[in-house]
Structure formats: C-alpha cells, structure tokens
C-alpha cells in the first residue's frame, strides 16, 4: 500500500541551526503538504506543492518537491524556539486522501 | 484555523463499551476525516466522508464505523473499545475546492 516515509525522527539543533527533515514516498504523488503540530496541539497546514521540482519559502523555510515526484523536504535556516515542534509531510495520489509521514519532532536549544 | 470542534476532548472508558467521538464544523466543506495519531505512526486515516452519507474506509477502519448525517457533523464511533483503541483521535476537514486539511484539536482517548 501508499507509504510516506520521513526522516529523522527526532533532531535536536542549537538555536540558529539549520533543521532538514526528508520525505519519500513508495509512489508518485499528485501533490505534497507540510504540517507543523506544536507540543500538545493540532497538525496545522503549512504548504502545498504540486509541480514537479517546485520550490517554495516561506520566511525561512524552503520546501522542495523532487522532479520523480516522490520525494520531498523541508528546511529551516537558523532556526529559533518557535520552530519547535513537529513536522509532517502528507502525501497525496489523487483519491483526496492523504498519506501523513511519521513525523520530524524538531527540538531547538537556546 | 477553521472552526472545526470535537468532542470529549478527553474521556476514559473500559473495555469492551461502546464510545462515540463528535466532530463539528461551521466552514460547510465538502470533505472531513477521521485520523488516529500514535506515537512514531505520525496520522493514520481511520474513515472519511466526501459528502453527507457518503463515507469511505481509511487505511485503519477496522473496529470503527462513522456516520454523517449533516454537513456540518461527523461521527466516530468504535462498537466495542479495546486497550489498542488508546490513542489520541483528530478530525479535520475540508472545502472542495482545496486541499487544505483543516484538524480540530484532538481527542485524547484511554481505554483501560
């Protein structure tokens, strides 16, 4: 079946690191999201790609969808402690379902 | 956020006893969804609707069964809770027109 894999899963930066986390799928995808959940919260959307090899920022953060599209990622240049939390990739083939990665639980460290 | 609700945010239950978890949202989309959230799964989709009395299975439906009745509402109900029904249940939905998942804050459950 789909599978979204993601990694790391956990990573622990000092404050103005740089944080990537990565996402493959098993199959080619029509689009991918981002979702960041805060500790104790809810998955909030971030961003949709759907071109093959589209990048998009956002602040300081840089998304990236592979050219096969099956693959994915985010970045965050110098991170800060509101970037805590953890990061999702979604990953959707057209049946309006997405397919969530397990996760990146980002800890950043003043 | 859209406003999407749910409810309990919290209950305890025991085996083997009926529980039904409440969705709510006032945005009139099309779309809304049933996950389950468990530690390194990330979000599992438990069953979804793409319009009143229309829904389908998610990859882990098994032991669940939902019903939608009114746009607006969206119900999860597990016929018989087991201990690996513990989990922390999210509902989220969305319009036609974008793929945009909205989620509502959660519903932390614990079955004993």
């Known amino acids: 079946g789909q599978q979204v894999m993601q990694i790391p899963q956990y990573q622990h930066v000092q404050e103005g690191e740089d944080f990537t986390t990565y996402c493959n799928s098993s199959?080619?995808?029509?689009?991918i999201q981002w979702y960041k959940q805060r500790p104790g919260g809810h998955p909030v959307f971030l961003i949709q790609?759907?071109?093959?090899?589209d990048v998009k920022k956002q602040k300081r953060l840089t998304f990236q969808f592979g050219e096969a599209k099956k693959n994915s990622s985010l970045h965050i240049t110098a991170t800060q402690t509101t970037d805590v939390g953890t990061y999702f990739c979604?990953?959707?083939?057209?049946?309006?379902?997405?397919?969530f990665g397990t996760g990146t639980r980002l800890t950043v460290i003043p | 956020d859209a406003g999407i609700t749910q409810s309990p945010r919290h209950k305890v239950t025991e085996t083997g006893t009926p529980v039904t978890l409440r969705c709510h949202q006032t945005?009139?989309?099309?779309?809304m969804y049933w996950y389950r959230q468990d530690p390194g799964h990330g979000l599992r989709l438990i069953h979804y609707s793409y319009g009143v009395k229309d829904t389908d299975k998610g990859e882990v439906s098994d032991g669940y069964s939902v019903s939608r009745s009114k746009t607006e509402d969206f119900l999860l109900t597990l016929e018989s809770a087991t201990s690996s029904q513990t989990s922390v249940y999210f509902c989220?939905?969305?319009?036609?027109?974008?793929?945009?998942?909205?989620f509502g804050p959660g519903t932390r459950l614990l079955v004993l």
């Open positions: 979604a990953g959707e083939t057209g049946a309006n379902n997405l397919f």
């Open positions: 989220a939905s969305r319009g036609g027109d974008s793929a945009t998942q909205y």
């Open positions: 945005e009139n989309h099309r779309y």
């Open positions: 199959t080619t995808l029509s689009n």
């Open positions: 790609l759907v071109k093959s090899g």
